[in-house]
């Protein structure tokens, strides 16, 4: 067994929307010891801002993990547009309508997550990890912020784009992107440290149900631990997007950029100038690389390291 101590924990704040996809990303990023996850910066975008807010909440509640992050809500809408949800794939409530979800209690007042990105990159700079996994919204407020003290976070890992493959909302543009491409636009030129998991690397981590539910179920009965509620909760929320996703498995999205956070190895990179369109289109353009892509995914190595760390026997 790894020793723990011995791990370097990098500081990582989330700006997550959950969504499906995002809880597991979380309760992967929860079971990485690599990581230390300070806070998670909540944007609207699977669902309406108050509910991504109590999402967070419920999986810290479920999950508890030894140093609970800080929950911070941002932007309620985009820049310059309506908001689009995409509560059809992930349920009215954001997390496939699941019930008995313990009760929540609303975040503590706090600056706003744009403020609390910039604070965080001031104090952490190169040491610190932003995982960003709903639309950008979060993100370029704090670029408007302070783009220097933004410019210096070692890396910003972006769920998000479909650079050489079709789109998921339209044919050439990725959710995140669609909900909120002027925030993506003054992302990516604003000099971060990107590392970009568009869908070209996300649909290559696909997971069967039969595989996922071997690896739950011989958990407990809930009231023999925490460990077993989570397995339930885990399987009961993914129901929905095993049905919607046919055969060939859930994509493992949000979970994908968390691990290639943890290690970038998982996948090989490739230095590209991205352009983003007013529709959320993220498409290849001359010029210096203002990122790098996530081209081939080490998909049985990843799916391995998923399912080890999803719901540890010992949580």
């Known amino acids: 067994m790894r020793d723990r101590r011995r791990i370097r924990r990098t500081p990582t704040v989330i700006d997550t929307d959950p969504g499906v996809d995002d809880a597991l990303a979380l309760l992967l990023a929860w079971g990485s010891p690599e990581l230390r996850v300070l806070a998670l910066t909540v944007v609207a975008g699977n669902a309406a801002l108050a509910d991504t807010v109590r999402n967070a909440g419920r999986l810290v509640a479920v999950r508890r993990p030894l140093r609970p992050p800080r929950i911070v809500p941002g932007a309620a809408s985009p820049l310059r547009r309506p908001l689009v949800t995409a509560t059809h794939y992930h349920g009215e409530d954001g997390l496939g309508d699941v019930a008995d979800w313990p009760a929540v209690a609303p975040p503590p007042a706090s600056p706003s997550a744009a403020e609390m990105l910039v604070a965080f990159a001031r104090i952490h700079a190169e040491r610190l990890t932003l995982v960003a996994l709903g639309p950008l919204t979060n993100v370029a407020l704090a670029v408007r912020e302070d783009a220097e003290s933004m410019r210096r976070i070692g890396r910003v890992v972006v769920m998000g784009g479909a650079v050489d493959v079709p789109g998921n909302v339209t044919p050439d543009a990725e959710f995140n992107a669609h909900v909120d491409p002027d925030a993506a636009r003054e992302v990516f030129d604003a ?125």
């Not at 919607?244 to 290639?260: F, I, K, N």
């Not at 970038?264 to 490739?270: H, M, P, Y």
């Not at 352009?275 to 892509?293: I, Y």
């Open 191 to 315: 000099g971060l440290r990107i590392d970009l998991v568009p869908l070209d690397a996300t649909r290559q981590a696909a997971i069967t149900r039969k595989r996922f539910m071997v690896v739950l179920g011989p958990r407990p009965h809930p009231r023999e631990g925490p460990s077993g509620l989570l397995a339930r909760r885990i399987a009961a929320l993914t129901e929905q997007a095993f049905a919607r996703e046919g055969p060939r498995g859930m994509h493992l999205h949000d979970p994908l950029a968390v691990g290639l956070a943890v290690d970038a190895t998982l996948a090989t990179w490739e230095p590209v100038r991205i352009a983003v369109g007013d529709g959320g289109e993220t498409r290849r353009t001359p010029g210096p690389a203002n990122c790098r892509v996530a081209r081939v995914v080490d998909t049985d190595r990843f799916i391995d390291f998923f399912l080890e760390r999803l719901c540890p026997a010992s949580s």
